[in-house]
């Protein structure tokens, strides 16, 4: 069933909410920019090409080294506007000057498919498929520190001043929001996040992952913590700190 008409849920025969299996497929990678969303996917679809990503819209200018289809689709404004207009994104938001979203037809044929698939993408948006897909599985690609991402976030070296300001203005935001995510990962190894993220999105409970939680520095006071319904792994050795 295509996602637009999964809104809700489907009352089993006891009348009781059931998830859906086609929205249990569907997991959502959020965090700030900077975290290492992209390189952790990049990591995943090698490692996994089973798992399948969806393409962003954007209408960003590529970066050096971005493909267009890739990456990313690369439009202008007015593409941007016609692909909102006839619905054919799931979810769209505006980010630091840009706009980017989830085309939907790709996602509904792999969904169907049974396919366990992966959309990496903002807050805002990542709340919107949340009230259009409730079973998708949110999770949150957190930094092990705030110094650590601002460094990665200045050090790429891709964006003018204004724009890397505008980046951490957004990060500390999605930072404040990550208790809004069933799981948070913290990004101290891609080898480590990857192997994680697919457990999770295949599903396994694997009670020997070591789930490393956030330790905030420069944000401590700022972030109380995850509420005790998300999903925690306390790390046995707790290397983000
Ligand atoms: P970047 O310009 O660094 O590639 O991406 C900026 C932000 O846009 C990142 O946080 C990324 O996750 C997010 N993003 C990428 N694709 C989408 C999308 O389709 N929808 C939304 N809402 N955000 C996206």
Partial sequence: MPISEQRGRRPSPSGAAVAS???????????????????????LSRACPQIWISVSVTTRRPRPGEVDGREYHFVDDDEFDRLIASGALLEWARFAGNRY???????NAKLEAGVACLLEIDLAGARQVKRVAPDARLVFLAPPSWEELVRRLTGRGTEPAEVLDRRLAAAREELAAAAEFEVTLVNTSVEDVCRQLVALIEDCDDRSLNFALPVWKAERGRHSGPPDRRRH????DRRAS
């Fill in 101 to 107: 979203g989830t085309p939907r037809e790709p996602l």
């Fill in 21 to 43: 299996p086609v929205h249990s497929r569907l997991t959502v990678l959020s965090g700030p920019s900077g975290v290492g969303k992209s390189t952790v996917v990049a990591e």
């Fill in 233 to 236: 792994h306390q790390p046995a």
